[in-house]
Every structure is written in structure tokens, then in C-alpha cells.
């Protein structure tokens, strides 16, 4: 069964820079492509950005435009995002999720990570 | 960038009773690419409608998406205990890729 499996908890101090990852199995890896969504504390959803895994392409929120940098490992079927400039509004759940669909980079979602909850405080 | 607007903001029904949560889209979705998610507390959010109207696989049928455009609707049928949640659409037809701010549906 499809699975992704994200990295612990983090805390960090304004101005850091933090690397979440998101190790995917039961699916193959670089035929879906992968979107990272937060959720403040109490609050909704916000869509980050995608990445196709097959080509790299990526495609980011534009509030996020800088700060934002997301990759992928096909040798190990991991995503990664990595958010710097940390400030205490991007304290939040940080999600992967995979697109349902192979190949159409329709960025909706049928599986989803487990969340890493990032905490940025000084 | 498309603003979702869900409405009400809460919901407040009994089991059994019928749940009426409305999307509607600051412009028209590009080729009705709607989701629709539920999310429980400490959980990731569940797929259960997309391009407005297809159940995703295991939803059961009293989830029903309707709409088209600009204004999207989704329908539970009769509520069951396990129904009681947050709903967030989310449209996919154009970046950024936006969800709404949710419509919570208790007790």
C-alpha cells in the first residue's frame, strides 16, 4: 500500500533554515509527483508547492518564492522540502502528498504524509 | 490566484440529519478540477470527491459533490457519527493550487 513516511518533529529559531523529508514506498516513486501543504495551529490548509520527481519540475506557491526549496531523491524515493528564513508565522504541520493521479500533474491528493509539525520560536 | 469561500463556517447537525457544505470560487475552476478533503483532528486530511463529482476510492455513497464553474456543493446524504470533521475544497485547475478555509460540521 502507498505510504509516505515524513521526518520528526523540529524547532528552530527565527532566521534558520529547516529540511523536511518525505520517504514514499508501495508505488512508483517518480511517476506521481509530490506537494508539500501546512497547516498553521487551529487554522486551514495552504498548498506550498509540487514537484515532479520524474523530471524535477517544480512549481511553488508565490508567497513562498525564495524561501522554498523542494527536491527529490529517486535512489531513495524521498521528497524533501527545505523552508529558510524561518519566521514564527511558518510555525505549523507541514504535510507531503502525492498527486492521485500517475503522470498528470493534477495536484490533488489520495495519500498523504503524517505530518512534521515545525516550530519556530525564539 | 482563485479564493475559495466555504460556507457555512460550521455546521451543527444530528446523525442521520443531511450536511449541505458549499465551495464557491472567486473565478471559474478551469476544467471543474474540484476537490473535496475531510480532516479529523491530529489526522491528515482524506480525498473524497475530486473533479467536483467522482467519489475516490472507498468513499461511500453518501458523499455526493455537485457543481460546476464557480459554485460547488458537497452533499452527505445522512450523517454518521464518524462524519463529524472539518471539510476543506481545494481546487487543482490552475497555481497556486488553493483550498478554502473549511466547513466544520459537529454535533
Known amino acids: 500500500q502507498v505510504q509516505l513516511v515524513q521526518s520528526g518533529g523540529e524547532v528552530k529559531k527565527p532566521g534558520a533554515s529547516v529540511k523536511v523529508s518525505c520517504k514514499a514506498s508501495?508505488?512508483?516513486?517518480?511517476?506521481?509527483?509530490i506537494s508539500w501543504v501546512r497547516q498553521a495551529p487551529g487554522q486551514g490548509l495552504e498548498w506550498m508547492g509540487w514537484i515532479s520527481p520524474y523530471n524535477g519540475n517544480t512549481n511553488y506557491a508565490q508567497k513562498l518564492q525564495g524561501r522554498v526549496t523542494m527536491a527529490t531523491d529517486t535512489s531513495t524515493s524521498t521528497a524533501y522540502m527545505e523552508l529558510r528564513s524561518l519566521r514564527s508565522d511558518d510555525t505549523a504541520v507541514y504535510f507531503c502528498?502525492?498527486?492521485?493521479?500517475?503522470?498528470?500533474?493534477?495536484?490533488?491528493?489520495?495519500?498523504w504524509g503524517q505530518g512534521t509539525l515545525l516550530t519556530v520560536s525564539s | 490566484e482563485i479564493v475559495l469561500t466555504e460556507s457555512p463556517g460550521t455546521l451543527s447537525l444530528s446523525p442521520g440529519e443531511r450536511a449541505t457544505l458549499s465551495c464557491r470560487a472567486s473565478q471559474s475552476v478551469s476544467n471543474d478540477y474540484l476537490a473535496w478533503y475531510q480532516q479529523k483532528p491530529g489526522q491528515a486530511p482524506r480525498l473524497l470527491i475530486y473533479a467536483a463529482s467522482s467519489r475516490a476510492t472507498g468513499i461511500p455513497d453518501r458523499f455526493r459533490g455537485s457543481g460546476s464553474g464557480t459554485d460547488f456543493t458537497l452533499t452527505i446524504s445522512r450523517l454518521e457519527p464518524e462524519d463529524f470533521a472539518v471539510y476543506y475544497c481545494q481546487q487543482y485547475g490552475s497555481a497556486p493550487f488553493t483550498f478554502g478555509p473549511g466547513t466544520k460540521v459537529d454535533i
Open positions: 508501495g508505488y512508483t516513486f517518480n511517476t506521481y509527483g
Open positions: 502528498a502525492r498527486d492521485a493521479e500517475q503522470w498528470l500533474a493534477l495536484p490533488y491528493f489520495d495519500s
